[in-house]
């Protein structure tokens, strides 16, 4: 299994540009998350999904989208990228099984807004 | 807002030497999960407690969960130099709803 994906590794983009950062898993997770982690911060969740067609908001869900097609996929959109949207971006994934809540981390996304 | 607070930020201590570390949280929980992460990597699950367990054990890990104080610890025994990493704990909210909360993190480096 390759477990947790995420697309590009690095990016670079100038305000007001749009783009999709891209999460894939292969462990037939119900779950998928996003977070965004800054320097000397923890994560914060930035929106979730329980399932296919279902999606929610967490923390900080201003200025990004997503949709949840399939299983596999949790795409996470930006709209209008803003220099406050520099960060480190995590996708994770998990079962909603008691007892199998272990998340799975892809390896993220470092993301630069000039 | 942050769910998580761990203490200390930051912790050095030698090679051999145990280190400890506290989270504490706000809200009533369903589970507590304690995360590794190493420069520049994703987040690695070390281990989960539940909100109706005091204590629990993986290898040279020892998570001990206080619900009256909304607190809890991770011990690592026998550290080693692969253990320096930064190490977050993160909470479930209970009731039910989805989500994991982190704190800002423990950065530990062990000194050979």
């Known amino acids: 299994n390759a477990g947790v994906t995420q697309t590009p590794k690095f990016q670079v983009l100038k305000t007001g540009q749009s783009m999709t950062l891209q999460c894939a898993q292969d462990?037939?997770?119900?779950?998928m998350s996003w977070y965004r982690q800054d320097p000397g911060m923890g994560l914060r969740l930035i929106h979730y999904?329980?399932?296919?067609?279902?999606?929610d908001q967490g923390e900080v869900p201003n200025g990004y989208n997503v949709s949840r097609s399939t299983t596999e996929d949790f795409p996470l959109r930006l709209l209008s990228a803003a220099p406050s949207q520099t960060s480190v971006y995590f996708c994770?994934?998990?079962?909603?099984?008691?007892?199998?809540?272990?998340?799975?981390f892809g390896p993220g996304t470092r993301l630069l807004v000039l | 807002s942050q769910q998580g607070e761990e203490d200390p930020q930051a912790l050095s201590i030698q090679e051999g030497e145990n280190a400890t570390m506290n989270c504490s949280y706000k809200?009533?929980?369903?589970?507590l999960q304690w995360y590794r992460q190493n420069s520049g990597r994703g987040l690695v699950h070390l281990i989960l407690i539940r909100s109706n367990e005091r204590e629990k054990h993986s290898g040279r890990l020892r998570v001990t969960l206080d619900t009256s104080k909304k607190s809890s610890s991770l011990l690592i025994t026998a550290s080693r130099a692969a253990d320096t990493a930064s190490y977050f704990c993160?909470?479930?909210?209970?009731?039910?709803?989805?989500?994991?909360?982190f704190g800002k993190g423990t950065h530990l480096i062990i000194q050979p």
């Open positions: 993160a909470t479930v909210p209970g009731g039910g709803a989805d989500g994991l909360t």
């Open positions: 994770a994934s998990s079962s909603r099984m008691s007892g199998q809540e272990t998340q799975y």
């Open positions: 809200t009533s929980i369903n589970n």
């Open positions: 999904s329980v399932g296919a067609g279902i999606t």
């Open positions: 462990m037939n997770h119900e779950y």
